[in-house]
């Protein structure tokens, strides 16, 4: 059976013994309500197997491109891929994900339905869990469905910093200029600026570095996740440039404003012997 309509079925039938579910239709331009769980996807149509009175079947195609809007309650499988993504652990997510954005993909285009945000958490997903070749063709698909402009900053800075924690900088330094100029949240900006600043402290240049790490502590306070890993970085720099008074306030910053955090912990390790 077609993995589209055995889901389908399998979802229709669950919905029988709730009498709070809802089942899943489509509506097309004509206002023609159709249930899901009788049909299948083939190329670009949706395939309706009606019973004929006299015994037997007969198929009828609709254009997916004729359906205006789909009544789908939240998949509970969407929802927890999200939340693991969000909790830290992409990797885990990537089949869920993979799953549900090939299962809306059909209605991408249609009002209501679940593929924009399928699609999303997929290519966050992938970033995460450190393939961003393939991010990087999911968001292709992603850019298909004409998603709001405001979304797409935000997962091809995830990519890039995926190809970064990958050692591949070749594609950092065009694509940094351009995600700056892109809008991007306070967060994001500011995760943006730690990428660049770590790579400069890794070539030896604690004084680019420096520059980067203090975009962050100075332009973007409100980013309490990316603070401490900032201030730890231009501690480091200071260091490295013999700018031990820096060193020191910066040290005793951290320690005061985010105490329980690792970046804290490791600047106080590297605190030097007197």
């Not at 393939?131 to 992603?142: G, M, N, S, T, V």
């Not at 900053?153 to 100029?181: C, K, M, Q, V």
């Amino acid at each position: 059976m077609n993995p589209l309509r055995l889901f389908l079925v399998s979802a229709f039938l669950g919905s029988l013994a709730c009498s709070h579910a809802v089942a899943q239709t489509v509506v097309t331009s004509s206002k023609q309500r159709i249930n899901l769980a009788d049909t299948e996807v083939r190329g670009d149509r949706l395939i309706q197997k009606k019973k004929l009175p006299e015994g037997g079947f007969v198929e009828i195609g609709v254009p997916l491109s004729t359906i205006a809007s789909v009544e789908w309650p939240l998949p509970p499988e969407l929802s927890a891929a999200e939340a693991e993504v969000e909790q830290g652990s992409p990797l885990a997510a990537v089949p869920a994900l993979r799953r549900q954005a090939a299962l809306h993909a059909p209605f991408r285009h249609a009002e209501g339905s679940h593929w924009l945000r399928a699609q999303v958490a997929f290519v966050r997903a992938l970033a995460g869990a450190g393939l961003p070749d393939e991010a990087e063709r999911e968001l292709k698909q992603l850019k298909t469905g004409k998603p709001p402009a405001d979304i797409l900053p935000g997962l091809e800075l995830d990519i890039l910093l995926a190809r970064a924690s990958a050692g591949d900088w070749n594609t950092f330094a065009p694509r940094f200029a351009a995600l700056r100029e892109a809008g991007l949240s306070e967060d994001a900006s500011a995760r943006l600026w730690l990428a660049q600043a770590e790579h400069d402290r890794r070539r030896g240049q604690p004084e680019k570095a420096l520059f980067a790490f203090l975009q962050v502590t100075v332009f973007h306070p409100r980013s309490e996740t990316a603070q401490p890993a900032a201030l730890l970085g231009a501690i480091r720099c200071y260091r490295a440039l013999g700018e031990t008074e820096q060193a020191r306030l910066a040290t005793e910053e951290i320690l005061r404003r985010f105490a329980d955090t690792p970046e804290a912990s490791a600047a106080s390790k590297e605190i030097p012997s007197v």
